[in-house]
């Protein structure tokens, strides 16, 4: 029997229960199982409307930390349920990336550039290129673009091993350079010489830097992109393989952070020595492309019986240095003036372009003069090498010439690649001129190239300086015993090397001295040295037939103003030639 009696109106009963009225009227089994059955259609129809909705709303991300974890362990059991590749497979190389393809051919059109930009460099040392002749042209320049070549050849061997210490180091090699680009910048004596070849070159050198550290660093996200989609995960392990290009990498990285700073700190130390003023003026040459320095003492414009002493240092020593017994004879008042010069790459003077033979070089010293409208007359003290120089000089002007003097000087065989061949010359070794000169053959000219590609780094300079700043201060760098490892005094050398066989010596040979009065003075020790020295020497006493005197220099080396006697006979026989002696 039910509870509740069923109302007469069943139809307005369902329209209260449609309504979500409760009906007082209490019912029977048979209405209560149509009810819920009523209930049962009106959710079905709620949830249909609800996805309805749902559809209509754009779906947004969950944060994983709303995620129950029972979830996230079915999604990563799912992940690793899926068929992965080994993280050796091909497919997995960063090189399979578009991006990481076009930075691998930019980094080989680096590597190119750089090549033609080296081989262009190296060309200009042989013939003259506009625009790639500075005025303090050294090997630094060449040393640049051939720090680029490899920066961008290493990095395009081993593209596809990324390394985190090379590329930090790398961001520090580009530091030092960008420092060295502003003190050059600031100092306008330093931008003067460095020239905007220079400048661009430090700057392309510190870009190539920033640039195969940031190709490191994009390599190695393709890298970990590639493994996380195509293994799972980033893999940390390293093969041998691997391991042994990263040492590579780093270990010359290494050596180019301290090849940079090397030539960083020298570059520092070439800037401080700019507080060394020159000792005279630098003359513009040959349509204003260089400076010679050009330095006098006394009244060199007035007229006068005694002649003004033009000094040519040597080989391996500054006219700077070779006219400290002059200075002397002028601080004693036995002299009333004198002048010296530095050639192209010594001392003050800018590096003149190529070619650069005897004749060229005595060019520039007649142009300097002239433009100073000193007009002489001379007596020309050549030392070493300067023999020569004061030898063609004299004979482009010999109505400016009142007298040479010959300080120990070179004969032309030295010019010659071997100049012990010819009649009446003994073959011996070139080592009996060790400490006195280096002769012109091929064996030095290799070594002088060699050198010169070190030489920006300072490496002897930076230590003589560390250990002893004192002793060898801005004039030992600029023209004392350390101008010896300068890049631009080897760059001269090499520049006079190169065509003394081909065109000085005949230069030379030509050169006519004759009915000039000479002086020629000699070091015993060399006579006593070498077979050939003493016949050198006396075919110099006899290029004029007006030679005055020829002097042996007793226990003097080569270097003849070294020794209290030497320099007493040097002095006496240059005071002799001018007419302030008696003979």
């Known amino acids: 029997m039910s509870r509740y009696k069923a109302t007469d109106n069943d139809e307005e009963s369902r329209r209260a229960r449609s309504n979500g009225e409760h009906s007082a009227t209490p019912v029977n089994g048979d209405d209560r199982h149509y009810g819920d059955r009523e209930r049962h259609y009106q959710d079905r129809d709620r949830h249909y409307k ?39 497979d091909p497919q997995v190389s960063p090189l399979n990336l578009e991006k990481i393809k076009i930075l691998k051919f930019t980094q080989l059109v680096l590597v190119i550039i750089n090549l033609l930009l080296f081989i262009v460099l190296l060309s200009s040392e042989f013939f003259a290129i506009p625009g790639f002749n500075n005025r303090g042209k050294s090997f630094l320049e060449m040393d640049l673009a051939l720090i680029c070549l490899f920066f961008n050849s290493v990095n395009n061997i081993f593209f596809v091993v990324p390394s985190y210490y090379e590329r930090v180091m790398g961001y520090i090699v580009s530091g030092f350079l ?51 989609r195509l293994t ?46 020159p000792w005279g003026k630098l003359v513009p040459v040959d349509n204003n492309q260089f400076r010679v320095h050009l330095a006098c003492f006394g009244d060199v ?17 500054s006219s700077e240095v070779f006219q400290e017994w002059i200075e002397e004879l002028f601080q004693l008042g036995k002299i009333e003036r004198y002048c010296i010069w530095d050639r192209p790459g010594y001392g003050w003077s800018d590096s003149a372009p190529p070619p650069d033979s005897i004749g060229i070089i005595t060019e520039y010293l007649s142009e300097a003069l002239q433009t100073e409208k000193i007009e002489g007359p001379f007596t020309v003290v050549g030392f070493d090498i300067g023999g020569l120089y004061a030898r063609m000089f004299s004979s482009r002007h010999r109505a400016q010439i009142h007298s040479i003097l010959f300080v120990d000087s070179w004969s032309p065989d030295l010019l010659k690649k071997w100049p012990f061949s010819g009649s009446g010359k003994k073959n011996e070794s070139t080592k009996v001129f060790k400490n006195s000169l280096e002769v012109m053959d091929n064996i030095t000219g290799f070594k002088l190239w060699m050198k010169g590609f070190i030489s920006p780094l300072g490496i002897i300079p930076n230590l003589h300086w560390f250990l002893h700043p004192m002793r060898y201060s801005s004039k030992s760098r600029i023209f004392g015993r350390d101008m010896y490892y300068s890049s631009r005094y080897i760059r001269a050398r090499c520049q006079e090397q190169l065509i003394s066989s081909i065109l ?13 009065p000479v002086g020629v003075i000699s070091s015993d020790f060399m006579i006593k040295k070498s077979l050939n020295w003493g016949k050198w020497q006396r075919e110099i006493s006899k290029l004029s037939s007006k030679t005055a005197e020829w002097v042996i220099a007793e226990n003097s080396d080569h270097f003849i103003w070294r020794s209290p006697k030497g320099r007493k006979q040097l002095q006496d026989l240059l005071l002799r030639l001018i007419g302030e002696q008696e003979y």
């Open 301 to 317: 414009h007035k007229k006068s019986e005694q002649p003004i002493i033009l000094v040519e240092g040597g080989q391996t020593t």
């Open 504 to 516: 000085s010596y005949n230069e030379i040979r030509e050169a006519d001295i004759n009915e000039i």
């Open 232 to 277: 799972g995960r980033i893999e940390k392990r390293k093969s041998i393989t691997e391991l042994g290009i990263i040492m590579v990498k780093v270990l010359f990285e290494v050596f180019i952070l301290w090849t940079i700073w090397c030539i960083s700190l020298t570059l520092w130390l070439s800037c401080f020595d700019k507080h060394e003023k």
């Open 178 to 228: 960008l420092f060295d680009l502003v003190l050059v910048l600031i100092v306008e004596e330093t931008r003067q010489l460095m020239g905007l070849l220079g400048c661009l070159l430090i700057l392309w050198t510190c870009l190539n830097s920033t640039f195969n550290s940031l190709i490191d660093y994009w390599v190695e996200k393709g890298r970990h992109y590639q493994e996380i």
């Open 50 to 88: 609800d996805r309805q909705r749902l559809r209509e709303i754009e779906p947004e991300p969950i944060p994983s930390d709303l995620v129950p974890r029972e979830d996230l362990a079915s999604s990563a059991a799912g992940l690793e349920s899926q068929p992965l590749l080994d993280p050796d």
